[in-house]
Structure formats: C-alpha cells, structure tokens
C-alpha cells in the first residue's frame, strides 16, 4: 500500500505503553457516481419476482431450489417453471458433452437465482425454507467457483458443451454479472450479509474476482501498442477473442465492452494497470463515436437523426472498422448493411448507442483517480483487519516480534460514507521504535493492518 509523505497530527493517547498517532494519507479512491450507479442493472432479478407475483414469494423460492441442477447452477428463462416444483425431466434446455443438464450464467442465469435466495434467507421466518435456502445458495457459490476457469475467466456454461459457450463470455454481459455479485458478497454487500456466506467462502471468493479482473486485464485487445476493448468471447487459455454464433465473428465489441469498463471503475484498487485499461478503453470510444445516427432494430436500418450517437456492435480485432456479418460466416462479411438478409437486418441489435454513459464519466474518473499515489511510490504489504459498520479499529494489536499483545479499541469515529484515509502507528514502547509497531490504515472505510513503516 503506497502512501504519500505525511506528518504526525497528534498525540490522540497512550494505552499502557502504546502510542497512538494520527498521520494523515492520500484519499481513498472513490470511483465516479454514474459508474456506480452502472452497476445495479447487473444486480436485477425482477424477471423473478413478476413471475412469482400472486403467489407467496418464499413457496417460490422453494420451488426454485428444486430446479437446481446437481452441480449447483441454474437454467436460463425459468422464472415461469418456478411457480412449480419440479416434477421430473431435464432441467435445462442445453446438453452438456455428456448429455447431461447444463447450469448457465447466461441471461442472467444463476446470479439472479442466487439474489433472490440470499433476499429470502434473510426475511424468511420458515426454519425448513431458510435452511433450504442457505443451502441452495452455497451451492450455487460452488457452481461459479468450479466453472471459473484457472485463468480466471468464466464460460457461459457449465459442464462444457464443446462448443462456443465455452469459451469465457463477455456476450450480454454475463461474466461481467457474476463479478459484480462477487464483489457484493465478498464485500459483505446486501443481500450478501448475513451468515448464508461464511468467512472462508468470502475469502475464496475474492481470490477468485482477483483472478477474473487479472483475466480481464490480459483479454483486453492490444492495436499498436494501446489497449483497446474487449470481444464478446475470449479464449479460456491463451486470452484471444473468440467467435459464437455464425454472424458473431471475432470483433471488437462496442457493447459489452462497456460494462468491462463499469466494473473496472468499481474496482477499488486502481493499479496502474487498471487505469491504463479504462483510459485506453475511453480513448477508443472516442475514436469510434459516430454521430447523427440511429439503428432502428424494428425496421432493420440505419437512420439519420440530429443528436443520436452510436457505436456498432462488431469491430475487426486488428484495426476499427466495423462490419456486419449474416448467417453464413465470415464469407458474409460485410460494411453494407444492405447485403444482410432482412431476417438478421431486424433479427440482431447491430449497433447502439453503448459508449456515451462511458464518456460522460471520464471526468470524474480522471478526477477520482489524480490524487492517488504516484506511481513508483514507496508501498507497504496490508492485510483487512475489520469491516463493521460500528467498529473499525478494535483489534488485538500486536508488533511484527509477535510478543506481547496489545488491545486497542477506537469505537464510533470512522465511516464507510467518509472520504480519505487514516493511518494509525501503534508503538510498542518495548521496543522503543515505531518501526516495530503496527500500522493500522483506513481505506473505503476498511481497517487495515500495514506492516512497513513506509509514509
């Protein structure tokens, strides 16, 4: 953890031999309002609670559970089936290579699943339906970390399919809502917090976001030397862009790239690499923006109109030019867009407008991002110590001897809602060194231990 040259505020107390003192930080990183506000589509299940609409919401839940497939996922458009238990037969519409039943994290597949039964685990007086829920829910949690791919991507289905939905799946922002309520539950966001997750399952779960951002960051499309989007699919090995259904080439995508940038701005640890990511990102949409144009999806054209922007739905990995494709491949290709069947013409959302929101928050992004340390700064290695909402900084202090334990308690002063950092150096007056205390570092309204005696 970098920080930046600080001098000693005050003397706040002496507990028995330890010396507290306030050094002030740089601010924590508070990303843009607009993207955080992005991120809540990703959160919906209201496709749920409609279809349960009329009918006693936790006899839904329930139902629900029993079309859980065995490995923990769940299907794709089965919010009606849901008003029923399940009864026999194939609970998924896919077959898997084998020929069994598929869980999916497309159309929002299994992570609205997992959002209603956290919701209800919570609220239900039922004891048979909370334990049922809580049980269904860590399964589904197991669903998404055994299909995570080792490279930190995540396939549209699993088991495999031996077919593109294999392949790590930006298409409709599917991988992208899975990260987002992984970040929830590690984060202890509701509906995640309460004990339907315990600690050791959060703590897997963020190794596991870890691994999908590195993902991210690596799949990114590289033209001359400057990061640009992202595909719709991407190889689960070696990271290229993949293709999907025939008139889904291999292509830059002006769409789902734009909720890879969402999360990437949430993402509170903005490294380097992060922010070289969003704004080579940015700096594309720029490049590509078209002006005075609108795609009308009902009658399958492209229209004129004053004040309309769009950006097309596929772009040539190697260089910015757009193009259509029908349902023969590649030999269809095409930047006329009368050449495309009228079937597809109306069949597909072929361009749209999928970059403005990302536009109108880079300046508050740049702005949220200029008063991090420089990089190159000195840093030190920090370790969460506490995440209530009450106390942030009751911990048995100890120094980096491990001797004798300390217990400092700081109740009721610092916030999540709060901007900016706080360091506290707990001396042990033992050893008569601050550099063999503790540091206890605030950020996002966590508390930090830091060991290192960087400033």
């Known amino acids: 953890m970098t920080i930046r040259d600080g001098s000693i505020a005050k003397v706040c107390a002496f507990v028995g031999t330890v010396l507290l003192v306030h050094v002030a930080v740089n601010a924590a990183y508070v990303p843009p309002s607009l993207a955080v506000s992005r991120l809540d589509k990703y959160r919906s299940f209201s496709e749920l609670t409609d279809s349960a609409n009329g009918m006693n919401i936790d006899q839904y839940a329930y139902n629900m559970t029993t079309w859980q497939i065995d490995n923990g996922g769940f299907y794709k458009a089965m919010a009606g089936k849901y008003r029923n238990a399940y009864s026999g037969g194939e609970k998924s ?19 609205q699943e997992m959002h209603l039964l956290a919701i209800r685990y919570k609220e239900t ?63 202890s966001t509701s509906p995640f917090d309460s004990d339907i997750i315990d600690d050791a399952t959060r703590a ?70 992060i922010q070289k990511s969003i704004k080579g990102a940015i700096a594309w949409y720029k490049r590509t923006k078209v002006t005075g144009l609108y795609f009308n999806k009902k009658a399958g054209a492209f229209e004129e109109r004053e004040g309309k922007v769009l950006w097309y739905r596929f772009y ?43 536009l109108s928050a880079e300046a508050d992004y740049l702005k949220a991002i200029e008063n991090l340390a420089p990089a190159g700064g000195s840093s030190s290695s ?8 009450e106390i942030y900084s009751s911990s048995s202090a100890k120094n980096n001897e491990d001797s004798d334990k300390t217990t400092f308690v700081k109740k009721g002063v610092l916030r999540p809602a709060e901007k900016g950092a706080e360091r506290y150096i707990v001396n042990f007056g033992t050893t008569g060194n601050s550099a063999a205390g503790v540091y206890l570092m605030r950020a996002n309204g966590r508390v930090f231990r830091v060991n290192g005696t960087s400033r």
């Open 93 to 111: 519409g896919w077959r898997s290579a084998t020929g069994g039943d598929v869980g999916t994290i497309d159309n929002d597949a299994t992570i």
């Open 125 to 187: 007086t039922n004891s048979t339906y909370k334990s049922t829920f809580k049980t269904s829910f860590n399964k589904a949690v197991n669903f998404l970390l055994t299909m995570q791919r080792s490279t930190g991507g995540f396939p549209q289905v699993w088991p495999k399919r031996n077919e593109y939905s294999d392949h790590v799946t930006l298409n409709d922002n599917a991988m992208v809502r899975v990260m987002v309520a992984m970040m929830d539950m590690a984060n």
């Open 204 to 273: 897997k779960i963020k190794i596991a976001l870890e691994k999908a951002v590195d993902y991210l960051l690596k799949a990114q499309i590289v033209n001359n030397g400057e990061p640009t989007v992202w595909c719709a699919q991407h190889d689960t090995a070696n990271y290229a862009p993949r293709p999907a259904r025939a008139y889904e080439l291999e292509s830059k995508s002006g769409s789902e790239s734009a909720g890879v940038v969402w999360f990437l701005m949430n993402w509170p640890e903005q490294t380097e690499a």
């Open 316 to 358: 040539e990995v190697e260089n910015d030019d757009y193009f259509f494709c029908d349902r023969e491949g590649a030999s269809s290709k095409t930047q006329d867009f009368t050449k495309i069947s009228q079937e597809r013409r109306t069949g597909y959302q072929w361009a749209g407008d999928y970059g403005s929101a990302v």
């Open 382 to 389: 920090s370790e969460e110590l506490l995440s209530s909402s």
